[in-house]
């Protein structure tokens, strides 16, 4: 029973065996499994010689037809000379400069008292006259040469926008200062007042409203007691 079953199997196995040979016949798939066995093997790849390029010749590039009939344009560098005239000078004179290394403040004494002979020298003046007493700070004298007036002073007296206002020292000397009027102080002018006049951290300064744009200015010394700069 068990011969039987066997030779039915290989007898059935040899029989698809046989058929599946001539499907592959049919199909030319033996064929094409021998191309797939066979290696591929590819020709060298041919390597090509470097040509040496040859130096451009400028005449010969492509050019506008515009500007076909006119010569080439030839660049090349060119020596640039400096140009002439004398360097400009950034330099003042010394009597114009002021070492701001060498600050002297005054005592808080000392500015006391320069302060209250000052107020005694205005209580001297027509009192119908408007004035007031100005202590100078570093700011004022040095630096940022910035002169704040007082803002009540200001808002009765002086005019309401900027203007150009006169100071006329004891020698009667005018020296034009600008006046702003939004911040109630003097900038330009009053640099070269102040350095002509060599004010220093705690003098004091008498302003007196001659006109509506000049001030009388009389200055007391800080390190001169009892002397004006008369």
């Not at 090349?76 to 403040?105: F, H, Q, W």
Request: charged share 30%; net charge positive.
């Amino acid at each position: 029973m068990v011969v039987a079953k066997k030779s039915t199997y290989e007898e059935t196995r040899a029989k698809r065996l046989e058929e599946n040979k001539k499907r592959m016949e049919q199909l030319n798939l033996n064929k094409l499994a021998q191309v797939l066995r066979t290696p591929n093997i590819s020709p060298m790849k041919k390597v090509k010689a470097k040509i040496p390029k040859l130096p451009l010749d400028p005449s010969s590039r492509r050019r506008s037809s515009r500007v076909a009939d006119k010569p080439p344009v030839i660049y090349k560098e060119v020596a640039i000379e400096p140009m002439g005239g004398r360097p400009r000078s950034y330099t003042t004179t010394t009597s114009k400069r002021r070492d701001l290394s060498n600050r002297v403040y005054a005592s808080d004494e000392d500015r006391a008292y320069a302060i209250q002979r000052a107020e005694d020298f205005q209580s001297t003046l027509d009192q119908d006259i408007p004035s007031f007493v100005k202590p100078m700070l570093q700011s004022h004298v040095t630096g940022g040469f910035w002169l704040g007036l007082p803002v009540h002073f200001c808002k009765k007296h002086l005019p309401k926008r900027d203007e150009i206002i006169n100071l006329v020292d004891e020698k009667e000397e005018e020296f034009p200062t600008k006046y702003l009027a939004l911040k109630t102080g003097l900038s330009g002018g009053w640099r070269g007042f102040a350095i002509d006049h060599k004010l220093v951290d705690g003098d004091a300064l008498v302003f007196q409203l001659t006109e509506p744009t000049t001030f009388n200015v009389y200055i007391i010394r800080v390190n001169e007691p009892g002397e004006s700069d008369n």
